[in-house]
């Protein structure tokens, strides 16, 4: 027989044209007719009416809110349906997280969270086992290796480039085996994946929702329009057109979409009758068998077959729907919410790990409380038309407002922690407050004290160096550090061009305190910032300033610290060249700001495509933003610790190119905005990098989600013969933290870390861009209905700023420095202040100054990923036993490091506010034990000709619940997920 497994399932999106509320209570129809929570609630009755009848769930951001209003007979009837497999859950994030704006870190949260709910609930059956990417635009190969190592047996997607899915449609090639991790993790991150037949919707004329088009089944023969003879050959052709793309007797059709099954009844009646009529043409010699199924029950069938697949190891970016319609947009939209989100994730860290070291949950408190605000916020914003920045306005606006709620319960646990953590006895510790305007220069708590105190805690287990800039007031300061010796600082002047930040509206700091701080591992150390009389008691240095247009400058210009020496553009204002002077490595660079001119069109079809929040679609070449440096008051600004070069390009873009001491980098802070529309065009503002000699041909890399490295080439894809229809947006790449490019020739490389996600692209040999800010005037026609056009507190277009880190170095020398940077950035130093009501002497006999949850630090080439505490309430068997997720990641790959690529081992008795008492190992989503983990194995022919079949398996067994392990080993690229108990110390 031919078995076509019908999975009846909605697609329901954490917001997108509505707020995640209003698409839960169905409010704001006008928009969009959608109610989630009359979905669950019209489903559960149809499937407890018929066991026969099956369903799949996804979403659990809705899933737990509406689980949370029931009653205990509802939550009865709900389980017996888990346990029985006819409710399924698949996915089981708090969200279906974007794939190309996301950072692996928050994707394995969000994951966690759902998993977590669902393990709490229903126990074992409510385990998710398949991936569900049903709607991204656009997939991750670090998706599908975390995929593999949650434990899934397969994943299905619904978005495929159009020229590839008629590559795998001729080919029957719509299902293979994807390689997540071929270098590094093998068989641990492999994982079997079909692309969808119909996206992720019903076959067509066969919806048969309450708001279809199509006809229902009308079978009484008694009636005039009775179709049942039609429909069912329609049907029948339907299935013998998408079973001649598959390999096996098995297929599956999705019978759902968008927000559908608000009104079960009349899918489910329908189904029925197709069902049963189908199945009556089996007496007539047919072999098509139709059943209600789930993606997990097609998978196990597809599995018995003992087929062997084919394979692949490449990503699936960017995603075209035809030609000239690349979405490669979104890589860069709304990149203010982008920048939030990765900051946001950044703090949660900082709250999880403090709530640990300094004890403070118990099992019911105001910490767990507060952080589910925040994961939960967090998790919503992973959405693929959340963080993906293809949302409403209002929406995004939604986003802003929960993460800004979330980092504030996160600030109270935060200040809870040093209230535990600071005092040495008795004393009451001083309340903490958050400054979360530093980037722009505002900091009303310290603008306004005469002297103060600043905490920094650092997230990382290794000791980190960095310098803090802190808006004042004042001419001269006193910084001492946490042992009482004075600390150098330098008084930075704030520029002009960040005055005019409309968001800086209420701040009245003139200069920026820079000065740099050294933090413990897992710990925090505590500066005193005093407001100095004179000059004479300061340790606060001034800067010098000469503006570009300056008789008294050198030709040439430059900036120069012991690292690096930027050359300067005595004209333009743009860089001429970069030397890493360590390294002797010298290469012309000219970077600056141009812009593309964002393609309108009415988007009937591919060629009046517009540029819109999904798609990128370029006219004409890029141009460079006006050069009026010499005329808009440019400067260099120099110091005791950071040289400075500060170039205006316009009312449009401006930038700070800076050298740190001792800092291997040259760091860009770039500032774009408002873009100008006067001149009735859209715009796409790029930094380009454009050395001019590096011999890079064809070839880029770029990271996956900030984890694994991939090669790019320029108007090629390594699975089909690629036409490429637009040369910029075709040749566009998700940038989560790195890209870079290499003059093998030469043994030269150029790197640029990213702060956020952005599309990024090296378009001619030797040249990078980064697709940092958009502003346009059409919608792309992809249901969101308004154009990307972002306003600020002052109603005009947004201001965004971010940071750019430049690392030119050999090749070999690269990678120790782009992973141990990329670390420091999404884990960055917290600050938070306190009022100083005492001679820093004073404070340091009554406070813990300096603290460290770790004895000494992890290996170099080790992160502990995550801290927090966990917990084991059941709703199957309600007990609560204290307990805490940790997870320790290897961030080199194979072969990047002669040394830091070798096998870590970490000492797990190295912590100093609790033991370890018993530890068990995880899978990645840490919803059930690794000893516990049987995956469906499959077979597959590799996508390589040269490549043995052999498959590499880690050498790490998992940990048992019992072990009491003092060390633990990590190979490259590995994450090791584990729940412990503990003895607390403090």
Same mark, same amino acid.
């Given at each position: 027989?031919?078995n076509?497994h019908?999975? &009846?399932?909605t697609? #329901?999106?954490?917001?997108?044209?509505?707020?995640?509320?209003?698409?839960?209570?169905?409010s704001?129809?006008d928009?969009?007719?959608?109610?989630?929570?009359?979905?669950?609630?019209?489903?559960?009755?149809?499937?407890?009416?018929d &066991?026969?009848?099956?369903?799949?769930?996804?979403?659990?951001?809705?899933?737990?809110?509406?689980?949370?209003e029931?009653?205990g007979?509802?939550?009865?009837?709900?389980?017996?349906l888990?346990n029985?497999?006819?409710?399924?859950?698949?996915?089981?994030?708090?969200?279906?997280?974007?794939? /190309?704006?996301?950072?692996?870190?928050?994707?394995?949260?969000?994951?966690?969270?759902?998993?977590?709910?669902?393990?709490?609930?229903?126990?074992?059956?409510?385990?998710?086992?398949?991936?569900?990417?049903?709607?991204?635009?656009g997939?991750?190969?670090?998706?599908?290796?975390?995929?593999?190592?949650?434990?899934?047996?397969?994943?299905?997607?619904?978005r495929?480039?159009?020229?590839d899915?008629?590559?795998r449609?001729?080919?029957?090639?719509?299902? =293979?085996?994807?390689r997540?991790?071929?270098?590094n993790?093998?068989?641990?991150?492999?994982?079997?994946?079909?692309?969808?037949?119909?996206?992720?919707?019903?076959p &067509?004329?066969f919806?048969?929702?309450?708001?279809?088009?199509?006809a229902?089944?009308? *079978? #009484?023969?008694r009636?005039?329009?009775?179709?049942?003879?039609?429909?069912?050959?329609?049907?029948?052709?339907?299935?013998k057109d998408?079973?001649?793309?598959?390999?096996?007797?098995?297929?599956?059709?999705?019978m759902?979409?968008d927000?559908?099954?608000?009104?079960?009844?009349?899918?489910?009646?329908?189904?029925?009758?197709?069902?049963?009529?189908?199945?009556?043409?089996q007496?007539?010699?047919?072999n098509?068998?139709?059943?209600?199924?789930t993606p997990?029950?097609?998978?196990?069938?597809?599995?018995?077959?003992?087929?062997?697949?084919?394979?692949?190891?490449d990503?699936?970016?960017p995603? /075209?729907?035809?030609?000239?319609?690349?979405?490669?947009?979104y890589?860069?939209?709304?990149?203010?919410l982008?920048?939030?989100a990765?900051?946001?994730?950044?703090?949660?860290q900082?709250?999880?790990q403090? #709530? !640990?070291l300094?004890?403070?949950?118990?099992p019911?408190?105001?910490?767990t409380?507060?952080?589910?605000?925040?994961?939960?916020?967090? %998790?919503v914003?992973?959405?693929h038309?959340?963080?993906?920045?293809?949302?409403?306005?209002?929406v995004?606006?939604?986003?802003?407002?929960?993460? @800004?709620?979330?980092?504030?319960?996160c600030?109270?646990?935060?200040?809870?922690?040093?209230?535990?953590?600071?005092?040495?006895?008795?004393?009451?510790?001083?309340?903490?407050v958050?400054?979360?305007?530093?980037?722009?220069?505002?900091?009303?708590?310290?603008?306004h004290?005469?002297?103060f105190?600043?905490?920094?805690?650092?997230?990382?287990?290794?000791?980190?160096?960095?310098?803090?800039?802190?808006?004042v007031?004042a001419?001269?300061?006193?910084?001492?550090?946490?042992?009482?010796?004075?600390?150098?600082?330098?008084?930075?002047?704030?520029? *002009?061009?960040?005055?005019k930040?409309?968001?800086?509206?209420?701040?009245? /700091?003139?200069n920026?305190?820079?000065?740099?701080?050294?933090?413990?591992?897992?710990?925090y150390?505590?500066?005193?910032?005093?407001?100095?009389?004179?000059?004479e008691? /300061?340790t606060?240095?001034?800067?010098?300033?000469?503006?570009?247009?300056?008789?008294?400058?050198?030709?040439?210009?430059?900036?120069?610290? #012991?690292?690096?020496?930027v050359?300067?553009d005595?004209?333009?204002?743009?860089?001429?060249?970069?030397?890493?002077?360590?390294?002797?490595?010298?290469?012309?660079?000219?970077q600056g700001?141009?812009?593309?001119?964002?393609?309108g069109?009415?988007?009937?079809?591919?060629e009046?495509?517009?540029?819109?929040?999904y798609a990128?679609r370029?006219?004409?070449?890029?141009?460079?933003?006006?050069d009026?440096?010499m005329?808009?008051?440019?400067?260099?600004?120099?110091?005791?610790l950071?040289?400075?070069?500060?170039?205006?390009?316009?009312?449009?873009a401006?930038?700070?190119i800076?050298?740190?001491?001792?800092?291997?980098?040259?760091?860009?802070e770039?500032? !774009?905005?408002?873009?100008?529309?006067?001149?009735?065009?859209?715009?796409?503002?790029?930094?380009?990098?454009?050395?001019?000699?590096?011999e890079?041909?064809?070839?880029?890399?770029?990271?996956?989600?900030?984890?694994?490295?991939?090669?790019?080439?320029?108007?090629?894809?390594?699975?089909?013969?690629?036409?490429?229809?637009?040369p910029?947006?075709?040749?566009?790449?998700?940038?989560?933290?790195?890209? =870079?490019?290499?003059?093998?020739?030469?043994?030269?490389?150029?790197?640029?870390?990213?702060?956020?996600?952005?599309?990024?692209?090296s378009?001619?040999?030797?040249?990078?861009?980064?697709?940092?800010?958009?502003?346009?005037l059409?919608?792309?026609?992809? %249901?969101?209905?308004?154009?990307?056009?972002?306003?600020?507190a002052?109603g005009?277009?947004?201001?965004?700023?971010?940071?750019?880190?430049?690392?030119? *170095?050999?090749?070999?020398?690269?990678?120790?420095?782009h992973r141990?940077?990329?670390?420091?950035?999404?884990?960055?130093?917290?600050?938070s =202040?306190?009022?100083?009501?005492?001679?820093?002497?004073?404070?340091?006999?009554?406070?813990?100054?300096?603290?460290?949850g770790?004895?000494?630090?992890?290996?170099?080439?080790?992160?502990?990923?995550?801290?927090?505490?966990?917990?084991?309430?059941?709703?199957?068997?309600?007990?609560?036993?204290?307990?805490?997720?940790?997870?320790?990641?290897?961030?080199?790959?194979?072969?990047?490091?002669p040394?830091?690529?070798?096998?870590a081992?970490?000492?797990?008795? *190295?912590?100093?506010?609790?033991?370890?008492?018993?530890?068990?190992?995880?899978?990645?989503? @840490?919803?059930f034990?690794?000893?516990?983990l049987?995956?469906?194995?499959?077979?597959?022919?590799?996508?390589?000709?040269?490549?043995?079949?052999?498959?590499?398996?880690?050498?790490?067994?998992?940990?048992?619940?019992?072990s009491?392990?003092?060390?633990?080993s990590?190979?490259p690229?590995?994450?090791?997920?584990?729940?412990?108990?503990l003895?607390?110390?403090?």
């Open positions: 027989m031919l076509v019908l999975v &009846p399932h697609h #329901d999106d954490v917001g997108w044209l509505k707020t995640v509320d209003q698409y839960f209570y169905g704001r129809n928009i969009q007719h959608a109610g989630v929570q009359y979905i669950l609630d019209s489903v559960i009755p149809e499937l407890l009416s &066991p026969s009848k099956r369903f799949i769930y996804v979403e659990i951001a809705f899933f737990a809110r509406w689980w949370r029931q009653d007979i509802m939550k009865e009837n709900v389980m017996k888990v029985e497999g006819r409710l399924e859950f698949v996915l089981g994030g708090w969200c279906m997280n974007d794939e /190309a704006s996301t950072h692996y870190n928050a994707m394995i949260d969000q994951h966690t969270l759902g998993f977590s709910f669902l393990e709490q609930e229903f126990g074992g059956c409510g385990r998710p086992r398949v991936g569900w990417q049903i709607d991204p635009f997939h991750s190969r670090e998706q599908a290796s975390m995929f593999a190592q949650f434990g899934f047996d397969g994943l299905f997607f619904g495929l480039d159009y020229q899915k008629d590559t449609l001729k080919q029957n090639n719509m299902e =293979f085996v994807w997540g991790s071929p270098k993790l093998g068989e641990t991150s492999e994982l079997f994946t079909g692309v969808l037949y119909n996206h992720y919707v019903p &067509p004329g919806c048969f929702d309450e708001f279809c088009k199509d229902p089944i009308m *079978d #009484d023969e009636m005039n329009d009775v179709n049942i003879q039609s429909r069912v050959q329609d049907f029948i052709k339907v299935v998408q079973a001649q793309h598959f390999h096996s007797n098995n297929i599956m059709m999705t759902g979409s927000f559908q099954y608000e009104n079960a009844h009349t899918w489910y009646k329908n189904l029925d009758k197709l069902i049963k009529y189908v199945n009556q043409q007496s007539n010699g047919s098509i068998n139709l059943l209600y199924s997990s029950c097609y998978l196990f069938n597809l599995n018995h077959l003992n087929q062997v697949w084919n394979s692949t190891k990503d699936f970016f995603y /075209a729907s035809r030609e000239n319609t690349f979405w490669s947009g890589f860069s939209s709304r990149a203010a982008k920048g939030y990765r900051k946001s994730n950044n703090l949660l900082v709250c999880k403090l #709530d !640990v300094a004890n403070l949950s118990s019911v408190s105001f910490a409380e507060n952080l589910r605000i925040f994961k939960e916020a967090l %998790g914003v992973q959405h038309d959340g963080i993906s920045g293809t949302e409403k306005q209002h995004a606006d939604d986003y802003a407002q929960r993460l @800004a709620v979330g980092a504030e319960k600030q109270q646990v935060a200040s809870a922690a040093f209230e535990k953590l600071l005092p040495k006895g008795s004393e009451k510790a001083p309340k903490q958050y400054c979360t305007l530093t980037n722009i220069s505002y900091c009303n708590f310290t603008e004290q005469k002297q105190m600043m905490t920094v805690y650092n997230p990382l287990g290794h000791t980190v160096t960095d310098f803090v800039r802190i808006p007031l001419e001269w300061y006193r910084v001492v550090d946490p042992k009482g010796l004075n600390v150098t600082a330098q008084m930075v002047p704030i520029s *002009d061009e960040t005055k930040i409309p968001e800086r509206n209420g701040s009245i /700091a003139m920026e305190l820079v000065f740099m701080v050294e933090v413990p591992p897992l710990g150390s505590t500066y005193f910032i005093i407001e100095a009389s004179h000059q008691e /300061a606060s240095q001034p800067s010098q300033i000469v503006p570009l247009s300056s008789d008294e400058l050198e030709i040439p210009l430059y900036i120069d610290n #012991d690292q690096y020496l050359l300067l005595n004209i333009k204002g743009n860089t001429m060249g970069f030397t890493n002077k360590k390294k002797n490595i010298s290469i012309p660079l000219h700001f141009w812009w593309y001119e964002a393609y069109g009415n988007c009937s079809k591919g009046f495509q517009a540029s819109g929040a990128l370029t006219k004409g070449g890029r141009q460079l933003v006006p009026t440096t005329k808009l008051g440019s400067y260099i600004l120099t110091g005791e950071v040289q400075e070069a500060h170039m205006i390009f316009g009312p449009e401006s930038e700070v800076r050298l740190y001491n001792n800092k291997p980098y040259v760091e860009i770039w500032t !774009v905005g408002p873009i100008n529309i006067k001149d009735k065009l859209g715009k796409e503002f790029i930094t380009l990098y454009d050395t001019q000699s590096m890079t041909g064809s070839l880029f890399y770029t990271d996956a989600n900030g984890r694994e490295i991939l090669e790019r080439r320029r108007d090629h894809r390594n699975t089909w013969n690629f036409n490429n229809t637009e910029v947006a075709g040749n566009y790449y998700p940038v989560n933290s790195r890209i =870079f490019i290499q003059d093998k020739t030469n043994n030269q490389q150029l790197t640029v870390m990213t702060d956020r996600s952005e599309g990024g692209s378009l001619e040999s030797g040249t990078l861009e980064l697709l940092v800010h958009r502003r346009l059409y919608d792309d026609h992809f %249901g969101v209905g308004e154009p990307l056009n972002e306003t600020g002052d005009q277009g947004l201001v965004v700023r971010g940071k750019h880190l430049v690392i030119l *170095d050999t090749i070999e020398d690269s990678p120790s420095l141990s940077l990329a670390l420091q950035m999404y884990m960055a130093p917290s600050l =202040f306190s009022q100083l009501t005492m001679t820093p002497e004073q404070a340091m006999s009554k406070y813990n100054t300096q603290w460290s770790l004895k000494k630090s992890l290996p170099a080439n080790v992160h502990m990923l995550t801290l927090e505490q966990w917990s084991t309430t059941s709703s199957i068997e309600p007990i609560e036993i204290p307990q805490i997720l940790i997870r320790f990641e290897h961030i080199y790959e194979k072969d990047e490091d040394v830091l690529s070798q096998p081992v970490v000492d797990l008795t *190295d912590f100093t506010t609790f033991r370890i008492v018993t530890m068990q190992e995880f899978t990645l989503g @840490a919803n034990p690794l000893a516990e049987n995956r469906l194995p499959w077979r597959y022919i590799p996508d390589n000709k040269e490549e043995s079949l052999s498959k590499e398996k880690l050498l790490n067994t998992a940990i048992p619940h019992s009491v392990p003092t060390t633990l990590l190979q690229m590995q994450i090791r997920t584990f729940v412990a108990t003895q607390r110390l403090l």
